[in-house]
């Protein structure tokens, strides 16, 4: 490898895991309007494995997935962003629409750089843009308020796991849904007092053995047809976020609003492609990163694996086999 090459994992055709491979690229440079970033840890994300194989509609492959990546900066035409600079990117057609974060170096949109001051450890600061970003604007499009009781689905998904530690914090009272009864523990340390069986037609029962008149709110981060039993769920005149889609069904067949919609109740979305609209993203992922190094909010970090694993990492997440957030690193020894 030379100066002028590096590392990335190349998802070069839709399939299985092995489809990821460990390739010397071209190195990119600067250019007006894109900045070189060195990654030095990344996020690794549901909707990756969904491009991987094939899934992602507009993107073409072979390609460097990877849609968050934190780092520094290499190389910058930009007087805002000097070498040096640490900074995290999430969205915005990275690795989508052009190469990823699953290399050494990613060149990226300037505009969609976010600087950061932090000490904390490369891995798990990687942990945490897309996760609570995205938990974090769903809880605003939630419009919570201290002391409601909010429902958490696929709580021990990256996203899932940050909803919870954000809702500890705000003081909620929260419950958490898992399919797996041995990941419970892992629920209730990220900040849920109660935890649900997520056994699907059924939830709206189990959740009423917790709170009789249901959820005030529900973040639901399955979607598909999943959300008519979230819609169950609602106390009178509660709400329901549908922010994510960790089911392989997209589509809700026959979905009729006046009938599956409680009278009174609220359906809306969060859609973690706005983290790069405007700039309150920056300043929600510096908020949480000083609440994380004073130990108000904390993250549940799965497991770190490095860049030639990648194929295992994703075989891991996969098989549902993480509780928190899975991280990919080019730091050794991390």
């Known amino acids: 490898m030379t100066e002028r090459t590096m590392r990335a994992v190349v998802a070069e055709r839709p399939g299985d895991p092995e489809v990821l491979r460990l390739r010397e690229v071209p190195r990119p440079s600067a250019r007006p309007g894109w900045t070189l970033v060195h990654i030095t840890a990344f996020g690794l994300n549901r909707s990756e494995l969904f491009t991987r194989r094939g899934w992602s509609p507009g993107v073409e492959l072979p390609r460097i997935?990877?849609?968050?990546?934190?780092g520094v900066v290499a190389e910058s035409l930009d007087p805002r962003l000097p070498e040096g600079t640490a900074v995290a990117a999430a969205m915005g057609g990275l690795g989508r629409s052009f190469d990823g974060a699953y290399a050494e170096y990613a060149l990226i949109p300037s505009a969609q750089l976010m600087p950061i001051r932090t000490d904390l450890p490369w891995p798990l600061v990687a942990a945490l843009p897309e996760a609570y970003l995205t938990a974090y604007g769903s809880l605003e499009a939630l419009e919570m308020r201290p002391g409601q009781r909010l429902l958490v689905r696929a709580a021990t998904s990256g996203v899932g796991m940050a909803a919870?530690?954000?809702a500890r914090e705000r003081g909620l009272e929260v419950a958490g849904t898992t399919r797996d009864p041995a990941k419970a523990a892992a629920?209730?340390?990220?900040?849920?007092?109660?935890?649900?069986?997520?056994?699907?037609?059924?939830?709206?029962?189990?959740?009423?053995?917790?709170w009789p008149d249901g959820a005030d709110r529900v973040l639901d981060l399955v979607g598909g047809p999943a959300l008519l039993d979230s819609l169950r769920s609602l106390a009178p005149r509660g709400r329901v976020c549908c922010t994510g889609c960790l089911s392989d069904e997209w589509i809700i067949p026959d979905f009729e609003p006046l009938e599956h919609i409680p009278s009174g109740a609220a359906l809306t979305t969060f859609s973690s492609s706005t983290v790069n609209s405007g700039d309150w993203a920056a300043r929600a992922l510096q908020?949480?990163?000083?609440?994380?190094?004073?130990?108000?909010?904390?993250?549940?970090?799965?497991?770190v694996f490095p860049l030639a694993e990648l194929p295992d990492a994703h075989r891991y997440m996969e098989e549902n086999r993480a509780a928190g957030k899975v991280v990919g690193s080019n730091v050794a020894g991390a």
């Open 287 to 303: 908020e949480v990163l000083d609440r994380v190094a004073d130990g108000s909010l904390r993250p549940a970090l799965d497991r």
């Open 65 to 70: 997935l990877g849609i968050e990546g934190v």
């Open 187 to 210: 629920v209730r340390a990220a900040g849920a007092q109660h935890v649900v069986p997520d056994e699907g037609d059924a939830l709206p029962d189990r959740v009423k053995e917790v």
């Open 164 to 166: 919870l530690d954000l």
